[in-house]
């Protein structure tokens, strides 16, 4: 049987994009018409209660601040799926952007209730394998209280394997002591997450306007992100299967249904390696999702090179980046992405296409020349999609963004500015410094994966 995977919404951005993952999530199973993939989703992410046919996310909400909890749950009239009651934990005030008040404050009052919410899903599930928690990065609830739930869920559920999504903040900034929160959350994932998938809110917002060109400025809202963060997720966390022979060889053709388990421990294998990122081919708007055509051989085209040039963008991509083996010069680790391991997931029709394979197999755009490529596969199409990809990576550059983190926190750790709001928690500057020496570490590991070959 099919092992059940529980949704922890952290947060006004974890609930936030929960909701819109679930919508997504009941969308493609209920509107499928093939029922072994609709049936597969729905044990996946639902649970039916018992004498009728309603699906129940499984999902624990948390959010400090009751307003968000509860316009998710007002939202439960307009559509087919629902939350349990049961299963939600909320407090009277937020914690004011900051991680020791998540962490350490609410972490310990709120953490027999978040017990009680996590257990009330999980008894409805048969087997639990994966844990995945959807929070924030710059504030304090989603960060802070975000990292103490890894850690509860680590010991209620031992044998369930986490993943964290993480949405990174806008670069200009959202909070002034968001690069502590960063720090102080990657930190901490670090060293109880099992992988950590990055969302950066910079990049989503530049593919939002791309696909609404005649909006600028700072038209582009949170719900428009969220939406194109869930496309990305749902495309990777609904059932796919590997398959194994060649008829026209002669060879029997089983497939296997792939569980997000068996995803994880492919995608890290190695404690060190812990940071993914997700890209989807193609990204329309809605009005030209119907009318959309493309081939199986443009998307792994784009697809890749994309991922060899760390954007998730298909536009502007500089087509002399490639694996070494293509190219005459030496110079090739200077721009591209090197690889740890990938997981390719095909929707649609002929979404078993060979030579799609032979794109993310070239030996040298992995570390050490060690192809760990898993490929995955589903003839029902994604939101009317005929065809579409999607990857998600354990790549060199997806610690790009932490070289810049480490140097705007240290400068305000070595000037103590605001360090008295995480003092007034218990979080003192030793809890600083072990946090900058795992993040650090992590830096290093990533920038230097070419050259550790």
């Known amino acids: 049987m099919m092992a059940g995977t529980i949704v922890v919404q952290v947060g006004q951005c974890g609930n936030q994009l929960g909701d819109a993952l679930f919508d997504r999530l009941y969308c493609e199973a209920s509107g499928c018409k093939d029922m072994e993939f609709s049936s597969a989703c729905f044990r996946r992410f639902f649970s039916t209660e018992t004498g009728d046919k309603v699906h129940v996310a499984n999902a624990v909400l948390v959010d400090m601040e009751s307003k968000v909890i509860s316009k998710v749950m007002s939202g439960q009239q307009k559509r087919s799926w629902f939350y349990n009651p049961n299963a939600c934990v909320s407090s009277k005030q ?154 026209e060889k002669g060879e029997e053709v089983t497939s296997q249904l792939i569980e997000l388990g068996q995803v994880v421990e492919h995608l890290v294998p190695h404690p060190g390696y812990k940071l993914l990122t997700t890209r989807m081919m193609p990204v329309v708007s809605d009005y030209c999702r119907e009318f959309t055509n493309t081939s199986w051989e443009m998307l792994g085209k784009y697809s890749r090179q994309m991922l060899l040039q760390n954007s998730i963008l298909d536009e502007k991509l500089t087509w002399s980046v490639k694996p070494r083996s293509e190219l005459k010069t030496s110079n090739w680790r200077v721009s591209l992405n090197t690889c740890i391991s990938n997981l390719v997931v095909c929707r649609g029709t002929g979404s078993r296409i060979p030579h799609i394979q032979e794109k993310f197999t070239v030996a040298d755009i992995y570390l050490r020349e060690k192809v760990r490529c898993m490929f995955g596969y589903s003839s029902s199409p994604f939101e009317k999609l005929e065809k579409s990809m999607f990857v998600l990576s354990n790549a060199e550059k997806n610690g790009d963004f932490l070289e810049q983190l480490i140097q705007e926190s240290w400068a305000k750790f070595q000037a103590k500015a605001f360090l008295y709001q995480y003092e007034s928690f218990g979080l003192g500057a030793d809890w600083f410094n072990e946090s900058f020496d795992i993040v650090q570490k992590v830096d290093q590991d990533y920038r230097y994966i070419s050259y550790s070959e």
Not at 143 to 164: D, Q, R, Y
Not at 205 to 224: H, I, K, T
């Open 94 to 247: 937020g914690s004011g952007n900051n991680w020791a008040n998540g962490y350490c404050n609410y972490g310990t009052k709120m953490e027999e209730e978040i017990v009680d919410a996590v257990r009330v899903i999980s008894d409805q599930i048969t087997s639990v394998s994966v844990v995945l928690i959807l929070m924030s990065s710059a504030g304090g609830t989603g960060s802070g209280l975000g990292c103490k739930i890894t850690e509860i869920v680590k010991e209620v559920i031992p044998g369930a394997l986490v993943i964290n999504q993480v949405v990174l903040p806008f670069t200009h900034g959202e909070v002034a002591v968001q690069s502590y929160n960063m720090l102080l959350t990657l930190s901490s994932l670090y060293q109880n997450s099992d992988s950590i998938i990055l969302s950066h809110n910079d990049q989503y917002q530049a593919l939002a306007r791309r696909l609404l060109p005649a909006r600028s400025g700072d038209s582009v809202s949170f719900s428009e992100i969220n939406s194109l963060i869930s496309a990305h997720m749902a495309g990777l966390l609904l059932p796919s299967n590997t398959i194994s022979g060649e008829e």
